[in-house]
């Protein structure tokens, strides 16, 4: 759980804010005549401009620097499904990150419905005013659909950053633990507890970067093709190789990795003791992971992380959506493609020169994270 005083610090915090973001004029409006450019009659001029050149907008408005945020609340942090009035302080937060990282002008937008038709209609109905969509806690299998719908629709970059900022994030720590561990990267056995949003977007990503022995587990064990999910069925055919049964001991037994993307207190030292030597654990889970790190240790992992700021080998989503979003407004990217979160996974991890078990990716306060990902986006 979260600290009582960081909860009693964020709720002062918040109350005198008011909100972690202002809109603000990109100009000082001092004058009539500059009060006729801004506004009428000079806007009329480029409102017909735009009208008959729909594209140009990009260059005339908001559209070209600015991304925005969306969630209906129904997977927001570990708190679940708790609506649009919960979800928007996060999203708030999240457009802070977008300013703080990567200068990209981002607003949150929460949806009073949880309909995947209504959630689609609504993004693509606001859609004009924006260079960018990042989906942030959407619950699955909703999620796949409404991403996948969104993005067949526009030609503005789209993105789930549950899935896919947290895969592009894994991968980067992946790439350089296994150095630290001195097991080939493609070899490595891999254990996925959760097999939501993150989890199935890890897994992809994975086996595009030639991972192919992977584990994926949910709350009813190994997950095999005799789940109903569609999701789930078309993972199964490209994962566990071995057909192993069964749950998390079973799995974990000679595995190299342990990725946790589920809930806390899962896994224990006993548990990390059935891996392969030099064992890596990324326990995700957020705010109290699958195992905390003095256990997992405990059980004889060499390199463990997870997604608190409060241990080493923080792996965050952090890390990788602003600078995406940078790359892709920078560069007017339309879709955000499997080679680019390869590359951008690739540029996170090269940012650390001389890896170690604690130091396997970079803080988000690192000079250069959101620069080194927004080069792989174009």
Known sequence: MVKKDVSKAALA????????????????????????????????????LLHKNPKLARDYTIKGKTVAVISDGSAVLGLGNIGPYGALPVMEGKCALFKTFANVEAFPIV????????????ICAIAPVFGGINLEDFKAPQCFEIEERVKARLDIPVMHDDQHGTAIAVLAALINASKVVKKDLKKLKVVIS?????????AKLLLKAGVKNIIML?????????????????LAKQIN?????????????????LLGVSGPGLATAKDIRLMAPRAIVLAMANPSPEIMPEEAKKGGAMVVGTGRSDYPNQINNSLVFPGVFRGALDNRVTKITDTMKLNAAKK????VKKPT????????FEKGVARAVASAIR
Request: no cysteine.
């Open 13 to 48: 915090l918040h109350k005198k804010l008011r909100g972690k973001i202002t809109i603000g004029s990109s100009m000082q409006v001092t004058s009539r005549a500059e009060l006729s450019l801004i506004y009428t009659p000079g806007v009329a001029a480029v409102s017909s």
């Open 111 to 122: 949806l009073n419905t949880q309909n995947v038709d209504e959630v689609v209609e609504a």
């Open 194 to 202: 959760g097999a939501g949003a993150a989890g199935t977007a890890i």
């Open 218 to 234: 949910d709350s009813r064990g190994i997950i095999d093709g005799t789940r109903q999910e569609p999701h789930k069925q078309a």
């Open 241 to 257: 190789p071995r057909k192993v049964k069964g749950g998390l001991q079973q799995a974990l037994a000679g595995a190299d990795v």
């Open 348 to 351: 996170l991890a090269a940012l």
């Open 357 to 364: 078990a604690e130091y396997i990716v970079p803080g988000p």
